[in-house]
């Protein structure tokens, strides 16, 4: 009698939710949203079919409507099999949506239970669409801009982010957010091309190039990788940071003036010149600390005429200041002095002399 | 009052399971949003304040079951004699009903908006409860294995947390008490009710052990929960930004979103059904303490009015759909559960010390 009580429950209980089946559903790994006339917005996502003999399709559908919503419900209406969207992956901006609605995209993303919050939002140069209709690597589009982002973050120049960061960054008072942007090179390839800074609204307003980007994830992030050529006297040394730091502090008040103390270690990966003598790396050390200071220093001077502060100068000062007055800070900011020490550590040089 | 065989009792060291396993409900996966909103990234002095008010309650509710065999129906009876305190006790009927409601209806939910939100409420509740009655049916023991087992299996979870430590910023807590007294005590009084729970010992308590030598494990009980929300409420704060905080409802599980393993993407999902073994206890308590407060009070057979409960409570959740109406349950919960905790318990303790002392002199 038990026993078949038991396979009643069975029967009742399998009904009670719906089931997907792997190879019946469509899997959303990507979506892009593009500018389309009348204030619409043109989305596109992007479907990774897994075929029998272990490739992976890229198939990408578009729509143009009101809101970045309606685009799935809209896209389920054309489409023979469900579409899921649990292991979203990335989502392409394009420059244009980047200076107007992104953070009212960003809603649905963040408000949606089924996501991941280590989705990366990166910003396109030129058309979202075009960047996902690529052909990249063999695991799919999406899989591989975000494998490029996540070993450049790790191993190169780019601060780390993805949609947790973002929005942290965005809502933490006296701080403002960052993106990458890439860039579509041809058909099979893709470029991370800058960083893109949005002010405290959420829209896009600066770019921080390649060249500067080595300075900017050194004032945002903790730093590991990527490295620079430092040139002395018709010498030349490529630096590779592996490890650094940064410590903002308030170093003088009425009127307010800030210090930034980056630490960085790192190891000589190529030489040119004569020969590499300890006091040569230590000259080597002063200089890569002195155009760090000096590219640092622009670049939050840059940050200050566009009132953005991406590095945190005022989430830091509120940090080592009872009751803060975040109204004062966005007056005092502009003017605001900040010194910038760099202390340069480089701990080997390699394996010959 | 008939005396109760040694073999329905339950061992003292199992108290610490059952307060923990109280403490920590559906109120756990919510609580840093109210007390954020409060006071800021300072609410974790909250935390530490409302661990030792938790303490000084437990302090008391040990000292009023003193007396051999005393209970809450006992108590109530010796303070407001046999009418009123069926009354009380009655009330208090009421109070766990309402609780082991709300445990169910926001576990409910919890699992429409984070796994299905086709579920059909009704047909959930229904087979969880036949799981509620097996345990019940069993006796305090099988609720005293069930609360062990409910802190122990989804204590791994603690080191999943870790996964987040590289996406955290510690000195988000600096300054240090930059909110105002006014703010942290509105904090604490948002911590102290979702601490409740603890307060069921004054029902089962006679089926303790050698009742006083619990007195070490309730209160280790309590450090342990205190410790736990500490815990999350340290990395939660260094994870999110004070507005995130504001608008996450679930914060607890929202962390664990970022959680990525090479064999699981995604571990909220591990984390929402994990705490179904964490409240299976949590209702499972609420439910022998009402039915056994009714035994004592009206005398039904513990076995009918278990059955009579749930079946009121079963009609009840489908009726609650919106996720405004949890939320007011939810808040009615807190006040009540304030009041009982932090006014009755106190002042049921002077009445009672009173009433005692009285009756030496006589």
Known sequence: ?353 | MQSIEAQRKIEPFIVFFVIASTQIGSGFLVFQRTVAKSAGYDAWIAVIIAGIMTHIVMFLIYKMLKEEGADLASIHQQVFGKWLGGLFNLLFVGYFCYGLLTVTRTYIELVQVWMFPDLNVFLFTLFFFVLVFYAVNSGLRVIGGLSFFSIVLPLYLIFIFLFILPYTDFRNFFPIYDHSIKEILQATKDLTVVMIGYEIILVFYPFIKNGQQSKKWAHFGLLFTTLIYLYTTVLSFAFFSEEQLKETIWPTLSMLKIVELPFIERFEYIGVINWNIIIIPNVCIYLWCASRLLKRTVKIQQRKSVVGLLFIILLIIPQLETRYQVDKLDDYFSDIGFIINYLYIPLLFVLLSIVRKVKKRQ
């Open chain 1, 1 to 353: 009698m038990k026993k078949y009580i038991l396979l009643f429950l069975c029967l009742i209980l399998s009904g009670c939710v719906n089931k997907s089946i792997i190879d019946e559903v469509d899997i959303e790994r990507g979506v892009g949203y593009d500018e389309a006339s009348d204030n619409k917005i043109r989305g596109t996502i992007l479907l990774s079919k897994y075929n029998e003999d272990g490739t992976t399709e890229n198939v990408t559908m578009t729509v143009v409507d009101e809101t970045s919503v309606n685009i799935l419900s809209r896209l389920q209406r054309q489409s023979d099999s469900t579409i899921v969207y649990g292991s979203l992956k990335l989502v392409i901006f394009s420059e244009a949506i980047a200076k107007k609605d992104l953070i009212e995209i960003s809603d649905a993303f963040v408000r949606d239970a089924r996501l991941g919050s280590r989705m990366y939002f990166v910003i396109s140069e030129g058309s979202a669409q075009k960047v996902l209709k690529g052909e990249y690597g063999d695991h799919g589009n999406a899989t591989f801009i975000s494998d490029a982002l996540d070993h450049n973050i790790k191993h190169g120049d780019v601060p780390k982010t993805n949609l947790h960061l973002f929005v942290y960054d965005y809502t933490q008072k006296g701080r403002t957010a960052y993106l990458p942007i890439i860039k579509k090179l041809n058909q099979q390839r893709i470029d991370i091309s800058a960083i893109g800074l949005l002010d405290r609204q959420g829209h896009l307003v600066d770019k921080v190039s390649v060249k500067d980007m080595f300075y900017l994830k050194l004032l945002v992030d903790k730093y590991s990788g990527g490295s620079q050529v430092v040139k002395l006297d018709g010498d030349r040394a490529t630096i590779r940071s592996i490890h650094s730091k940064n410590k903002i502090k308030i170093s003088k008040r009425n009127p307010l003036e800030m210090s930034i103390n980056i630490k960085v270690e790192g190891i000589i990966q190529e030489y040119r010149g004569k020969k590499l003598t300890q006091k040569k790396i230590e000259q080597f050390e002063k200089k890569f600390a002195e155009e760090i200071n000096q590219n640092t220093t622009k670049l939050i001077k840059r940050f200050q005429q566009l009132g953005i502060d991406p590095a945190g100068l005022g989430h830091n000062a509120k940090q080592q200041t009872r009751n803060f007055d975040f109204k004062k800070w966005d007056d005092e900011y502009k003017d605001l002095t900040v010194h910038v020490k760099t202390d340069v550590t480089i701990l080997e040089s390699g394996v010959v002399q």
